[in-house]
Structure formats: C-alpha cells, structure tokens
C-alpha cells in the first residue's frame, strides 16, 4: 500500500490544511496525515448530549473584511463558505463584585476606562498613546513581510530597524504588565490594562497589539463552532483532489542525504513525497520523528537526521506557551440576562482567599450567546478555562507511570474548583449543568501531541518569543503552524500554512 506524493502533511491544523489547500488547487498530489479521526487540532469542537464545545480555540481575530483570515479564505474561494459572527463588546472584566464591560473603539475605550477611573486619566492617555504608536509600527512592519527576505535586504532591514521601528526596538523586550504598573496606580485598571494580553509576561509589543484587537473588537465566532472552519477547509481540500489520511501517526520522516524524501506511519507504511510539510508538535518532529536513512529506503535501524547542534539546542531549550485546563459546561439556564450578558467573552478575578493551587484569574466564554446553534433550545454552553501549567506539572513529571485513577480524581477536582469559582460571576450556575467535560494539559498533549499541552506553540514572554523558520535545515523539509510565529494562533496557522505551501512550490 506504499504511495508517492508530490507532498505529504503531517497535521491537519489550520496550518495544514491551509497548505494542503494551496497546494491542491495547483495541482500537486497532496496528502494529509492526521492522528485523530477529525482535523482541525486544537481548532477543533465536540459534541456532549446536543452541546458543542470548541476544545481549544473560543473566538479568532482577523477575520473581518480586511483580516488576514478572510482574505486568504477569499484567495481559496471560501469566504462565503464561512459565517463569522463578531464579538461586540468583545471584553467584560469582573474584578470581584465589579464588572466592566469593554466597549468597542479605541476613543470609547479611553472615554469608558476614564469615566470608570476618574483619577487616572493622565496614565490612561500615556498608556494608549504608546500603545496606538506600537501597533502602528505593526502594521507597517507586518506589510513588509520581514520573514521572506533573505540575502543582503534581510541584512538592511535589520541594520536599519531601530530607526524606522523605534518604539518596537525599545519596547520588544520589556514586560507589558511593568510598563502598566508605571503609567497607572489603581489595582483594577492595571488588571483591566494587562488582561488584554491574555498570556502572563508578554511584551508590551505584544500587549500593545492585542489591545488593538480588543478595541476594534478584532473578535468572531464562526458561525457552527470553531470545528466550522477546519470542516470547511477539509472538504475543499478533498474536493480539489487532496487526500486525508485519518487515524493514522507518522513516526518517522525519512530523510536521505539531507533531504526529506518519504514518511512512516504507525502502521508500518512508507509514503515517498517529494516534499513534506510539519503542522506538527516541533519537538517531536525535530527530536523524535526525523531520521536519516543511508540507503535510500525505510531501514529497520535509521539514525537520527542530521541537524546542526544549535538547532537542535534551542528546540529543547526554548520554553513553551502556556497550557490550560478547561470545563466544558452544557446549561439549563438563561444566560441573556444574567451577569455575562455584557459580552460572551470574560475573565474573573476573585477575591484573595484560599483556593488551593488555582491561578489568580480564570476565563469565561458563552459561545451559545454568539451561536444558538451549539446548544439545545433555551440552553448554553459555558467554557471555564484557567493557566494549568503549575497545577499539571505532576502529571508530565510522572507520565511513565502514571495512576489513571489518582489522575482522574485530581482532574474532577480541578474541575469541581473551576466551576465554583464560575458560580460567582453566574449565579446558581452548579445546579442547572446539564453536561459538564474537562480537559487538562495532559489532555491536549494526548490529542494534539504538542508538548506539555502548548497551547500557541513557543512562550510569548517578553524574553523569550522565539520562532523557527519555516525552511528547515534539511532539503525540502518545511513547517507550519505555531511554532513558526510568535504570537502563535489561528491568524498565524492560516499565514504560515500558506507560506509552507509557496515554499513547496519552489522547492519541487
């Protein structure tokens, strides 16, 4: 059953499906290889007793009219295949028994955050004079497309970068949340300032640019669940001749003399490619898929591909996003009138008080308010979501021997806690679930194989942001997905997937 392709796809992410999509409508005999029975990874939905949860994903940005992800859907011819609904407003931050609700427009924004904290007016202006200035450097520097230049213009854009970039050259590096704590002194605005970024110790760049997203509620929800778009994506692919090989692994990329030249399934089959793509987990695909093998097939004994030793360091260097652990909740509740009401989309800072090893602050969306379609009649579906990685620690730390049963307890646990503390904002919320999931770190490691449960691939701390570039070391061996762009999500998986595809291109 061995087969040759022009290329084969390790993932059926966005990034993959992206690049399968592109490569298809040109012709290329293209497979996809997907370890689970549906794509989409961590962009990907399920069904409890007539609910639908988004597993990962709950809303996506640029997908209005002049959004990335609607203009490359319009180059594949699916824009119209698609019904995004937007978020507005797209924020409510509760901070105890308070709630402020985000308005849509920056000068609503200002004017709101002003009326809501007379007394720190001055640093509101401050903080959203320097933030306009980042993110409009951003959008200039993102129209230049400084991944695709190479040579001696690679060398003049970064000769000349602090100069036409100034407040990205001085700002990439340092804390968001510093910079909030200088320009503002009230306790909740700082909160209200920082929550923006979503992810703890991001930079200020990055703080500055999710903020331009919050303020132009940059916020959607496709219209079926977020599983909608990997879906649609899926059965374009196919309908342009592409294949998708589902509840198959790849363990090996076969490599001969520096170049990519085939994969192995786990079911022992060998499949040539002239050329692969990873929307893979990268450490997996770098540390434990990738082998040389001398003699021009499958041997039982390949070695290790060949990379250079700083690639290879960094991989494993290189920290990681943040994970999460989420409860899914299916409710016999009205939530149109109840404190949520103000926007589908909420985070919750409770009060100081002792709640064993849970953050500080959880998350809240109520997809069914953007969507009646995911939730049985006069009925919702609630996502609780928290920063998982300090609680999970024991679980990746002991996976060789792991007590299924001690797990289980420990993750209802968890899930019982979360779901107190989301009966705070939504009262009474305990006793109308109807159907209730939860999904740990561990979980989304198994699913998605991305290590720890990486939730937007390398970590977005001001430190770190760290990328791989999406042409590898060895030959006709490419990437796409998270791991390739810093901050990693659904806008980058859709970019990097086409670039992996263009790339392809002109390698073959």
């Not at 040759?4 to 999509?21: C, F, M, Q, R």
Request: aromatic share 12%.
């Amino acid at each position: 059953m061995d087969k040759s392709y022009d290329t084969v796809i390790i993932g059926s992410g966005i990034g993959g499906l992206t690049a399968g999509n592109f490569l298809a409508r040109e012709g290329l005999s293209t497979l996809i290889v997907e370890q689970n029975l549906r794509p989409g990874g961590c962009a990907s939905s399920f069904e409890r007793g007539g609910f639908r949860f988004d597993a990962g994903v709950h809303w996506i940005a640029q997908c209005g009219q002049d959004g990335l992800i609607h203009q490359i859907l319009q180059e594949l011819g699916l824009e119209k295949e698609i019904a995004f609904v937007q978020i507005v407003p797209p924020l409510t931050v509760a901070i105890s028994s308070r709630r402020y609700i985000i308005p849509q427009g920056k000068p609503q924004v200002i004017t709101y955050l002003k009326d809501c904290f007379p007394r720190e007016q001055s640093g509101i202006d401050r903080f959203f004079r320097l933030q306009g200035e980042i993110a409009g450097e951003m959008v200039r520097l993102f129209a230049q497309d400084p991944d695709a230049k190479e040579g001696l213009d690679r060398l003049y854009f970064h000769a000349t970068f602090p100069l036409r970039f100034p407040q990205i050259a001085r700002f990439h590096r340092r804390e968001g949340a510093g910079v909030v704590d200088r320009l503002v002194d009230d306790g909740d605005l700082r909160k209200i300032l920082k929550i923006a970024a979503i992810f703890p110790r991001v930079s200020m760049v990055l703080l500055s640019w999710f903020w331009e997203i919050i303020a132009r509620a940059d916020c959607y929800y496709p219209k079926g669940g977020i599983q909608r778009i990997a879906d649609t994506l899926g059965d374009n692919f196919r309908r342009q001749g592409g294949e998708i090989c589902f509840g198959k692994k790849v363990v090996e990329i076969l490599c001969q003399k520096g170049q990519a030249w085939g994969v192995r399934l786990s079911d022992g089959t060998v499949i040539r490619a002239k050329a692969i793509i990873s929307n893979a987990d990268a450490r997996q695909t770098f540390l434990e898929m990738l082998r040389e093998d001398g003699y021009g097939e499958a041997s039982p004994w390949p070695r290790r591909a060949n990379l250079p030793k700083r690639y290879l360091e960094q991989i494993r260097r290189w920290r990681l996003s943040e994970s999460f652990f989420y409860v899914y909740l299916g409710v016999d509740l009205d939530l149109k009138t109840t404190s949520v009401s103000g926007s589908p989309i909420l985070w919750y800072f409770p009060e100081k008080k002792e709640r064993g090893p849970l953050p500080d602050y959880v998350g809240m969306s109520v997809p069914s308010l953007n969507d009646e379609g995911v939730a049985p009649p006069g009925m919702h579906t609630v996502v609780i979501g928290a920063f998982a990685d300090r609680i999970c620690e024991k679980w990746f730390t002991d996976r060789e021997g792991i007590d299924k049963e001690e797990y289980y307890r420990w993750k209802i646990q968890v899930a019982d806690s979360l779901t107190r503390l989301a009966g705070e904002v939504i009262p009474d919320l305990e006793g109308y679930v109807v159907v209730r999931e939860a999904a740990s770190p561990w979980t989304f490691y198994r699913y998605t194989g991305n290590c720890m449960g990486a939730s937007s691939g390398w970590s977005m701390d001001a430190k770190e942001q760290n990328k791989l570039p999406q042409r590898t070391p060895i030959r006709n061996f490419f990437l796409a997905g998270h791991w390739t762009f810093n901050p990693g999500g659904v806008p980058a998986a859709f970019l990097t997937g086409k670039r992996a595809a263009e790339l392809v291109r002109q390698a073959i």
